[in-house]
């Protein structure tokens, strides 16, 4: 198989979807890998180094969609990229296509296979391909909130962890998946005092666990979030629908509420949020304020640590690319129903049920997806 890895093109974006050591690995199992000219260089993966892995450097974007039979990236395509699209291509990268129904219009129409990192499952019914970039987001949460609660930055002046006689600062962290443990280690080793609501006894009872009873854990109510958030100086929106639009948790009236400089960063900005006056914003422009809170919502947090951020994702994703490429993506999503659930977008048909019903499509099973379109090219042939 070709496979092709174009540079990322969202704003501040350094990450890239093949290290040389996966194209490496790719092309000891006997395919071909092409990488866009400088495509990892911004975070240290040189072209010379995707060379002595055995990939060519291939100068531009047109040339590596128009020629890959599989393209490898990390942010969902732009519509320059998603018009390049062809049927039977394969897409392999995050797509969060429920917040964003021009992506999803776009995939459709170019009839390539389409499979999201966010919604692959593993067989504990975890995430992952989204679990080392929510690793990162949850721990940056911390580190971006706590620097912009500094005054300069547009926060109340309040130092995270405090110090000895001056009480530190009060931190919220609104769900205990995979994003808000990460956050809470990071609080909790800066010092400040963790407050962390979930609506999953079990899953709180393990928090209660990890943490030693040294974060507060409670059960998710709206009053709950309510109590808590006016009395925070930083709150981290942490909650995650697998492939749907975030539930909208801290309304407008209470951000109007909260105090004058607390922080607010919502990690679900990629799934559209769970504030309810959040909205995407970019490394070069992080923040915005409303009624004097500051908002942090930058939708690809996992970014502004690239390099980290890529070693870790290529971890997740280089076995599953590596089965792709194999036995051809049908086989591979048939083999493999954890994969299956990857799939958000088949041959013109909507393939992940959550995407269908929040933007009106029709829901296609993606095993069902497969066979029609096995059955058409049967026919054909």
């Known amino acids: 198989m070709l496979i092709g890895v174009p540079k990322e093109i969202k704003n501040h974006e350094y990450r890239i979807g093949l290290t040389p050591a996966s194209v490496r690995e790719l092309i000891s199992h006997g395919h071909e890998v092409i990488v866009q000219k400088d495509g990892g260089a911004a975070i240290g993966f040189t072209d010379e ?60 129409k170019s009839g390539a296979t389409c499979i999201a990192y966010e919604t692959v499952t593993d067989r504990f019914g975890g995430l992952p391909l989204l679990a080392p970039m929510s690793e990162v987001a949850g721990r940056m949460s911390v580190q971006c909130g706590a620097h912009h609660l500094e005054k300069a930055q547009g926060g109340l002046g309040v130092l995270l962890g405090g110090v000895p006689g001056v009480a530190p600062a009060k931190v919220l962290i609104i769900g ?81 509420r909260m105090k004058k400089g607390a922080v607010v960063v919502d990690v679900a900005i990629d799934q559209g949020g769970c504030f309810e006056t959040s909205k995407a914003t970019t490394h070069q422009e992080p923040t915005y304020v409303v009624d004097g809170v500051v908002h942090y919502c930058v939708a690809n947090m996992p970014g502004g640590v690239a390099r980290t951020s890529t070693m870790a994702l290529n971890n997740a994703t280089l076995p599953y690319a590596v089965a792709l490429a194999n036995k051809g993506a049908k086989q591979a999503l048939l083999d493999d129903a954890n994969l299956l659930e990857g799939l958000n977008v088949h041959a013109g048909m909507v393939t992940y049920e959550a995407v269908a019903d929040v933007l009106g499509y029709e829901f ?13 090219e049967g026919a054909a042939a």
């Open 49 to 108: 180094m995707y060379e002595q892995a055995g990939a060519r450097i291939i100068d531009t974007p047109e040339e590596i969609f128009a020629s890959a039979d599989m393209i490898v990236k990390v942010k969902e395509p732009q519509p320059h990229e998603c018009e390049m699209l062809r049927p039977g291509q394969l897409l392999y990268t995050y797509l969060h296509l429920a917040p964003d129904p021009k992506q999803t219009e776009l995939l459709v």
């Open 176 to 256: 205990g998946g995979v994003v808000g443990t990460n956050a809470a280690k990071m609080a909790l080793g800066m010092g400040a005092d963790v407050t962390i609501l979930d609506r999953s006894l079990p899953r709180l009872r393990q928090l209660d666990d990890i943490f030693g009873g040294a974060v507060r854990t409670e059960y998710s109510t709206n009053d709950a979030i309510e109590t808590h958030a006016l009395e925070a100086d930083l709150v981290i929106g942490a909650v995650l629908i697998p492939g749907a639009a975030a539930p909208k948790l801290l309304t407008r009236d209470m951000i109007s």
């Open 364 to 376: 296609v099973d993606p095993k069902l997806a497969l066979q029609k379109e096995a059955a058409k």
